[in-house]
């Protein structure tokens, strides 16, 4: 099996003596609204959005469109010392401080590039999820327009003896690392960001790596993405031989500490007019069903939380939860049938409801929200916005316990894939820390 290489490098940063990074970072691309993306713009002229997630113009055409502008501005910040490339190898310790359900939380890992498997080749690093092609294709515009990584991908791994999280903690507490920046973003999760550039330190840091396995938590598109440039790359032969496209930007993070929350996706139903009690008997066939009531869902729920469980609102204001039974679980032995997600998706989803698995992908019927209190207002009469949803009402909603994440590595490792929105790594990882330019400038 080949051995996990990750590798220091000199990334471009913001500079900080002419911009404030809670001014022209962003959240993931994927998780941007229009709302958000029309702020970021008005944020800063400097915003990292207009490289991730440029707006699309009436005028646009295969000469001029985002991806264009986006290598234009990218160049042009370059040229005007808005982003500097960092004078040498480093490896980036990341920090985020954040709260779930009133409790406070630190995220430890650190961000490097990622030597990524060659063509064929076994591979030490496995995602979890499946991809979609439109997706991609704007990634691969996008990246084939910049040569850069604009964004980190985030990944997890197991540090059974905590060297990895003792590492980061001693190079910040001891001043082995340099603080760049720290600041607060809109939803009040504090970021810090220092550099390791004494090469024992990333000596220690790369041996420790070499045996790792690596889990893709969030970024699977881009990391794909990553790969089909890189095969690009090398199709083209000596013409490109000035961009290293072998490695990719990726964050890393110890599942080996408490900071590592997986969260619920919780959801709600569209356009299926559900009969109560036609659906509950079909439900009771291989599921115990308890009422509840909106004061006691969520707790109800998350009693059940080692077991098959889903709490279940009908739009007459019904609660319940509804229990995988043992004979039935008893008899799955696919680890990925087994998670929660895919016994809804089977039961309920496909059988119950006679969702099509296009009707799932598409979201014909599905609805995702990430917050329970939202998710149960959506369908009591407080609001419609399930997801910002303000259009379609909200017929029913399934809440969900989050997936855990020793499911996740070990279906990952299989090569299996979650259904979409198994997992939500929280908080998710910010854009337009470090920016890996692909090329000597």
């Known amino acids: 099996m080949p051995k996990t290489e990750i590798a220091p490098f000199k990334p471009y940063i913001y500079n900080t003596g002419k911009i404030k990074f809670d001014d022209v970072t962003a959240p993931p691309y ?13 944020r800063s002229e400097y915003n990292i959005i207009r490289l991730i997630l440029g707006k699309e113009n009436n005028y ?8 264009t502008r ?9 040229k005007e010392n808005i982003l500097i490339r960092e004078p040498e190898e480093a490896i980036y310790l990341y920090l985020q401080s954040f709260t779930s359900e009133g409790k406070k939380y630190e995220r430890l890992g650190f961000i490097s590039l990622f030597r990524l498997p060659a063509q064929k080749e076994n591979s030490q690093i496995f995602g979890h999820e499946k991809t979609l092609a439109k997706p991609k294709e704007d990634r691969l515009k996008l990246m084939e327009a910049t040569k850069a990584n604009l964004s980190s991908i985030f990944s997890i791994f197991e540090d059974g003896d905590k060297s990895i999280v003792n590492f980061i903690t001693d190079s910040i507490q001891n001043n082995k690392a340099s603080k ?26 790369k041996t420790k ?6 889990y893709i938590a969030d970024g699977h598109h881009r990391f794909e993405t990553c790969l089909n440039f890189r095969n690009y790359i090398e199709s083209a032969g000596n013409n490109n031989k000035k961009i290293n496209a072998d490695y990719c930007m990726m964050y890393f993070a110890p599942i080996n500490q408490d900071g590592m929350l997986i969260l619920p996706t919780h959801r709600c139903i569209i356009n299926k007019k559900i009969k109560l009690e036609n659906f509950i008997n079909e439900v009771e066939k291989n599921f115990t069903v308890i009422p509840s009531d909106a004061q006691n869902i969520v707790g109800d729920l998350n009693k059940n939380k080692d077991n098959s469980s889903f709490g279940f609102i009908h739009e007459s204001g019904k609660y319940f939860v509804i229990s ?20 809804l998706q089977n039961y309920i989803f496909k059988n119950i409801l006679q969702m099509e698995d296009s009707d ?3 979201q014909r019927f ?7 209190l939202n998710a149960i207002d959506s369908i009591s009469g407080k609001n419609n916005t399930c997801n910002n949803n303000k259009q379609e009402k909200i017929e029913a909603v399934f809440l969900m316990n989050p997936t855990k994440i020793e499911d996740v590595t070990k279906i990952a490792s299989l090569n299996l894939r979650m259904p979409q929105k198994s997992t939500f790594f929280y908080p998710k990882i910010i854009s337009g820390l470090t920016i890996n330019v692909m090329y000597d400038s």
């Open 30 to 42: 994927d998780v941007i609204s229009k709302e958000l993306q029309e702020a970021l713009y008005k």
């Open 60 to 67: 646009d055409s295969p000469a001029s469109n985002k991806y």
């Open 70 to 78: 986006a290598e234009e501005l990218l160049n042009k910040w370059i």
């Open 180 to 205: 760049i920046s720290e600041f607060a973003d809109d939803k009040n999760e504090t970021h810090k960001l220092y550099r390791v550039t004494d090469k024992k330190l990333i000596d220690f840091i």
């Open 209 to 214: 790596m070499e045996d790792k396995s690596i």
């Open 324 to 343: 995988l039974k043992d004979t039935v679980g008893n008899a799955i032995d696919n680890p990925l049938e087994r998670l929660d997600v895919s016994i």
């Open 360 to 362: 799932i992908d598409n």
């Open 366 to 372: 599905i609805l995702y929200e990430k917050d329970a």
